[in-house]
């Protein structure tokens, strides 16, 4: 079947690029023109909307950066990056590749920040990047993603706040959150958000961008903080909660065979995944048009819940 050039949709470009962390996996979703790639499956299995090597459209898309949560992938909100990259933008995600030991996990909030700014870098040497507006990234991030996109944000965590890593402060120490730090992002989106605790209130008080919160009312994972704390704590703040939606239900819907493997990532929902699906990006496409296509009325001082 032949298309026109002007049927839209959204390509997918798949990098590998070498960095101090070691190489560095990436996806980028962004415009195109439909039926002018070639189709496929996101890890064998998730049938993908985009196409790889699509014919671009367009030009100045504004960028995401997305960030996934502790042990996922960069597939895992690849439903949003089609929808947004089909609206317009231009949305990289990275696989953090995050350490599972107990005794060693700590080293992930050291590592997951830093891979986001060596993947944004790395991306501006490859091809897409002269169609790629990179002045003002709006920052996704899911459950542990929050906090990579926070400190991206500037806001700087005192890790001595949390119990947890006592014993590894003069570690974490050594962190430089200002090589991070985004001069000028445009907004920060937080799902079913994380480690809250590692943020001291006068930090998150100071983001001065809009933020959204979309939060699970099933949610029963251990995640060392509350998105009710960002959402008191945030000052220019959007909060939703999903009903009848458990902490994975920001991932992916799972084929069988993902069911069987990981369980616990395709379940705790007590609504469909694909209709939560459809709320979560109609939040998210609102939140993004009042930032991109008008003034945003925020809520200053105080959250929002719906």
Same mark, same amino acid.
């Given at each position: 079947m032949q298309h026109a050039l002007t049927d839209r949709g959204c390509g997918v470009a798949h990098y590998a690029w070498h960095s101090v962390l070691g190489d560095v996996s990436a996806s980028l979703w962004y415009p195109a023109f439909s039926g002018t790639g070639k189709a496929v499956h996101y890890l064998r299995v998730l049938q993908a909307q985009a196409e790889e090597g699509a014919?671009?459209?367009?030009?100045?898309? /504004?960028?995401?950066?997305?960030?996934?949560?502790a042990g996922g992938s960069r597939f895992d909100q690849y439903? %949003?990056?089609?929808? %947004? &990259?089909?609206?317009?933008? &231009?949305?990289l995600t990275v696989d953090h590749r995050d350490i599972q030991d107990g005794q060693q996990r700590w080293r992930n909030l050291l590592t997951r920040p830093l891979r986001l700014v060596l993947a944004q870098q790395a991306l501006r040497q490859e091809g897409l990047a002269e169609n790629i507006d990179f002045s003002r990234p709006l920052l996704i991030g899911h459950s542990a993603g929050a906090y990579d996109v926070l400190v991206k944000c500037g806001c700087v965590p005192r890790f001595e706040l949390e119990e947890e890593?006592?014993?590894?402060?003069?570690?974490?120490? &050594?962190?430089?959150?200002?090589?991070c730090r985004l001069p000028s992002p445009l907004g920060v989106v937080l799902m079913a958000p994380a480690l809250s605790n590692l943020f001291p209130e006068a930090?998150?008080?100071?983001?001065?961008? /809009?933020?959204?919160? %979309?939060s699970a009312d099933q949610d029963s994972v251990r995640m060392l903080g509350t998105p009710a704390d960002y959402a008191a704590r945030l000052p220019t703040v959007i909060h939703h909660t999903l009903s009848g939606a458990g902490h994975y239900a920001f991932v992916h819907e799972s084929p069988p065979i993902l069911r069987a493997l990981n369980p616990v990532v395709s379940g705790g929902d007590v609504r469909p995944r694909k209709q939560l699906h459809e709320e979560i990006i109609s939040h998210l496409t609102a939140f993004c048009d009042r930032l991109c296509?008008?003034?945003?009325?925020?809520?200053?001082? #105080? #959250?929002?819940?719906?």
């Open positions: 014919i671009p459209c367009g030009a100045r898309w /504004p960028l995401v950066i997305m960030s996934h949560g439903y %949003l990056a089609e929808c %947004l &990259a089909a609206r317009g933008f &231009a949305v890593f006592s014993t590894v402060l003069t570690e974490l120490g &050594a962190f430089d959150v200002s090589a930090s998150l008080s100071s983001l001065d961008i /809009p933020a959204l919160i %979309l296509h008008g003034e945003p009325t925020f809520t200053q001082g #105080a #959250a929002h819940y719906v």
